[in-house]
Each structure stands twice: as structure tokens, then as C-alpha cells.
């Protein structure tokens, strides 16, 4: 690991200034993925500008009806909100579902969010990768790519972006607030990541000296409310996704679906919300086979490699048994 | 507090750390992770450095209670809070209720990943008092520690001898024998121990 020079940030608008100042400079979170980073030399920053001390930590009810959970609150922090649990039960279990207890006492929400890729090459700089070098290729596409994306990426990646917390935010409509060099601005969180595309080493639309500030969640609604997390993995615990949904259901008195929401994880450079899935759904009746038929539609643009072909079928079935469980029908 | 260069250039900083509560003076690089603070300039040696990259929770302690990997903080950003290693769990000659229960059901073999182990139990039963819900609990009603919701909670320690079957033993008999005691202050941001 190089040295680099610390601070602690009193304001957000002093820790832009200050990455503003130093182009080598990162924010630093809780750690957990930016010390290993360094440790790894991936990373090297000049300038640590701490901003775990600003007063982004807290979790209050906006005017709206929604929460507005601060960018520095701990993971499992919010995993416990009682607010959170009922009302958005998909974004408790998202959370409970990454990482270990003590990692989740460590990890903010601005810093879950902004994660890097697990990708094997980007973490060994012994190897080409072009999200860690641009321009230097991407052995993945030959190599080890079974954990790796099969929607939206491009020649030059196959990264996905490893955060469950985010694939939940991403069927929640989310937003994320943001203060940067040019002042405060707000996102919705689809509008945050970006796919790899001829550029790569950039995860999401963010200038560096950005700070997330806090995520918004909006009102709650009956597909908030009935809503679930699932993920799948090689082990039953503390291990990345190799599929997950966030699913949350509404239906109709006449059974029909009134409101259908539904983002894939694990699959993408960013938490894939299934649109084709939830258009081909609504109106429809809430029915295993109709949750296949939308599920095979929304899969049908996956483009996978000899490796994870297997997370096409994953996928289509988390969608359907996590609309099964949601409609209380029996999985087909 | 931390003394640091205004110009933000230094690379060291003289600091103060509270672990077991105490006050240490130590002028370190920032580079210096926790668990490398409280090993090799503390002398604390309880704390064990396995991966070094949060993934096998040997080096757990606890920051205001809660539990965490030495390992990925860095010690400058410790400053403010009290830390405790596995040598400030006991009471004097009284072993804390997790370390006996370790010792009455032979809950380790090598040792290695023990401390990280105790000191992780300790955080899941003050999470679990807390009302802190897991993966594995149902969405009504409290939390009941049993043999899933411990093998939950304590996967982020791994124990290469294999050690579990007697782990999760040994949390839930710590988990049994609990006096009534306080939660973890689970609105830290608005308390003092900022």
C-alpha cells in the first residue's frame, strides 16, 4: 500500500472542496471495500478525506411519506429499521443478505452503492483488465467468467456490479442525492450506474469529487410492502450473488396484476430493473405461467458466455418463485 | 484527536486510541490498519490477522460494541472510539459468559480463529438483544437465537479446523445464560459516541 495524507471532512461541501483540490484524493466510507482495494493496489489514493464524521447518519420520514436513509448510515443499521423492515421488506433482506455482521457495522450506504466489481481481474493487478486499466483488454471473456454479466455489457467488460442493497433500490425507484463540485443534485438511482460500454472504468455517471449525501426511498405502496429479496450463491452466507431478484407485487380485486416491480442482480454493470418483465406482467393475471412467460422475455436479450450460461435459466427462475411466493401461487 | 498536517500531506499521525479502556499515545503511519495498531504497537496480540481482506473474521473486535474486522480499518479512524480486543472481554479472573461457554463445550481446536470467534458472539448477542433481525429470521416477532440464526450471524468467522459444531453450542449457551443486559446503542449517531 502507497502512504497517503488523511483528513476528516467537518461538511460535505469541504470534502468536495477537498477532492476537488486533490485529484488523487477518495472519500472513505466504512472500508471495507476501499482498504482492501489499496491493500491490493488497485487503489492508491494520495488523500484519504474521511466522511464517515459528517452528519449523514441518519434514517427520518421525508415530507413525502418517503425516508430519507443518510449516506452514511451502516448497513445494518438500516437492515434493522422497523420503518424499513415493513415497509420495504425487499431492502431489509437485500441488505441482510451481503456481506457478514461485522462488515455490515462497517459498510455505509453511500459506500455499498459505489462498490467495485468483484471481477477477479480487476482485483489482481498482475492481469490486463480494462475497468482497472483502460485499454489493457479484458481476459475474462476467455477466462474466468462465471460469476460475471450477461445483460448490458460490452466488449471491453463483463464487470457486474456486486451491491444487493442497490438491486433493491433499483425496484424501489430510489433516488440518490448527490453534492458536487457544481452543488446539490439529485438522481434516480437507474440514472447512477452506467453500462461498461467503451468506458469501463467508470461504474456510474459521477464525477469523482461527487459525495452521495443520502438515498431517498420513496412513498410506500403495496408493491413496497409485498415485497422480497432472494439471492442465490455458492454457500448459504456471506458470499456475492451469482443471481438475485428484488421483487415487490400488487394485485387487483380481480386478481390481475396491478403493480409488478422487479430488479435482477449479479447479472449487469448495474442492478438490471426488469422492464420488458414488468410491462409483459401488468394487467395480467398473477400466474407461475405468465411469471415464466415475462421472465424468458426479459432473459431473451442475455448475450452469456460458455460459463455463465447457467444464470439465464437462475434468473428466470428467481423471477418466478419470487412472484410465486408474492402472488401466494405455487411455482410452476 | 487526531493531530493532522492542515495542508493534509502528512503521512503519519500522532493519535489517540481507547482499547479496554485505556488511553494510548501512538504515532503511526496511516497506513496502519487496527489490527495491525493493536498487534504489533500495542502489544495485543489476541486479535489475529488471518486473510488480512475481511473475509475470515480472525481479527473481529469491537467499536462501541459492535462488532467489526480490524483488518479493513484503518487505526487513524479509530480515534473517538472505544475499542475492545478479546484481552478486555474478562472481568479480572472472571472469564466474560462467551469465553467459559468456549471453554465447557471445547468450542475450538487450533485456536487460531478463536478470539475473532468470542468477540463476534459477543456483538451477536448484544445485536441480538437489540432486536437486530438476520437473513434467516421470520418477519414476525422477535428474535429467537437458535442453531440457524447462530450459523447465520456468525458466518462472517470461518474456522479452517472445522470447529463449528461445537461453536454454535457454545454461542447458544452463552445466549442462555445471559443476564438481563443492555442492548448495543443501536442510535449511535445520536449518542455521545460519535
Not at chain 1, 3 to 30: D, I, M
Not at chain 2, 69 to 95: F, K, P, Q, S, W
Not at chain 2, 113 to 136: D, F, H, K, Y
Request: proline share 6%; glycine share 8%.
Amino acid at each position: 500500500m502507497k502512504p497517503f495524507a488523511y483528513a476528516v471532512a467537518e461538511a460535505p461541501v469541504q470534502a468536495v472542496h477537498q477532492l476537488s483540490a486533490r485529484p488523487g484524493a477518495k472519500f472513505l466510507g466504512g472500508g471495507t471495500n476501499l482498504v482492501d482495494l489499496m491493500r491490493l493496489g488497485v487503489e492508491s489514493p494520495e488523500l484519504l478525506v474521511d466522511v464517515t464524521r459528517l452528519e449523514l447518519d441518519r434514517i427520518e420520514p421525508t415530507a413525502t411519506g418517503g425516508i430519507l436513509v443518510g449516506a452514511g448510515v451502516r448497513n445494518s443499521d438500516l437492515a434493522a429499521d422497523p420503518r424499513i423492515r415493513a415497509a420495504y421488506p425487499m431492502l431489509s433482506q437485500a441488505l441482510l443478505s451481503g456481506a457478514s455482521g461485522q462488515l455490515r457495522n462497517m459498510a455505509t450506504v453511500g459506500g455499498n452503492l459505489l462498490q467495485r466489481t468483484r471481477c477477479v481481474y480487476f482485483q489482481d493487478v498482475t492481469k490486463p483488465c480494462n475497468k482497472r486499466e483502460p485499454g489493457t483488454g479484458c481476459p475474462a471473456r476467455t477466462g474466468a467468467h462465471r460469476d460475471l454479466a450477461i445483460l448490458g455489457a460490452s466488449e471491453h467488460c463483463i464487470a457486474t456490479h456486486p451491491s444487493d442493497f442497490a438491486v433493491a433500490l433499483a425496484a424501489l425507484d430510489a433516488r440518490v442525492q448527490i453534492t458536487g463540485p457544481a452543488g446539490d443534485r439529485a438522481l434516480a438511482l437507474a440514472d447512477l450506474y452506467r453500462a461498461p460500454d467503451e468506458d469501463p472504468s467508470r461504474d456510474t455517471v459521477l464525477d469523482p469529487a461527487d459525495l452521495i449525501t443520502a438515498v431517498e426511498i420513496p412513498t410506500s405502496r403495496e408493491a413496497h410492502r409485498n415485497s422480497l429479496y432472494r439471492k442465490a450463491r455458492d454457500r448459504a452466507s456471506y458470499a456475492f450473488a451469482v443471481g438475485s431478484v428484488a421483487a415487490g407485487l400488487s394485485l387487483a380485486p380481480d386478481g390481475t396484476i396491478s403493480e409488478v416491480r422487479i430488479a435482477l442482480g449479479a447479472v449487469a454493470h448495474k442492478p438490471w430493473r426488469a422492464r420488458r418483465a414488468e410491462s409483459a406482467l401488468t394487467g395480467n393475471p398473477a400466474t407461475p405461467e405468465q411469471f415464466r412467460r415475462a421472465a424468458e422475455l426479459e432473459l431473451a436479450a442475455a448475450e452469456p458466455l460458455p460459463d455463465n450460461a447457467f444464470k439465464v435459466e437462475l434468473s428466470q427462475n428467481l423471477i418466478v418463485a419470487a412472484l410465486s411466493t408474492l402472488a401466494g401461487v405455487e411455482e410452476a | 484527536m487526531t493531530t493532522t498536517d492542515t495542508r493534509s500531506q502528512s503521512t503519519t499521525s500522532t493519535l489517540r486510541l481507547q482499547v479496554n479502556g485505556r488511553e494510548h499515545e501512538l504515532a503511526l503511519d496511516h497506513r496502519t490498519s487496527l489490527l495491525d495498531a493493536l498487534r504489533e504497537h500495542l502489544g495485543l496480540t489476541g486479535s489475529k490477522k488471518g486473510c488480512d481482506h475481511g473475509q475470515c473474521g480472525a481479527c473481529t473486535v469491537l467499536l462501541d460494541g459492535r462488532r467489526v474486522n480490524a483488518c479493513l480499518i484503518l487505526a487513524v479512524t479509530a480515534v473517538g472510539r472505544e475499542i475492545t480486543t478479546v484481552e478486555g472481554l474478562a472481568d479480572g479472573e472472571d472469564l466474560h459468559p462467551v469465553q467459559q461457554a468456549f471453554i465447557d463445550r471445547d468450542a475450538f481446536q487450533c485456536g487460531y480463529c478463536t478470539p475473532g470467534q468470542i468477540c463476534s458472539a459477543v456483538g451477536v448477542l448484544a445485536e441480538a438483544r437489540s432486536g437486530w433481525p438476520s437473513a434467516v429470521t421470520p418477519p414476525e416477532g422477535g428474535v429467537q437465537l437458535d442453531e440457524a440464526e447462530v450459523r447465520e450471524r456468525m458466518s462472517g468467522n470461518l474456522c479452517r479446523c472445522g470447529a463449528y459444531a461445537n461453536i454454535v453450542p457454545a454461542v447458544l449457551d452463552a445466549a442462555a445464560a445471559e443476564l438481563p443486559a443492555p442492548g448495543i446503542e443501536t442510535a449511535y449517531h445520536e449518542g455521545e459516541s460519535r
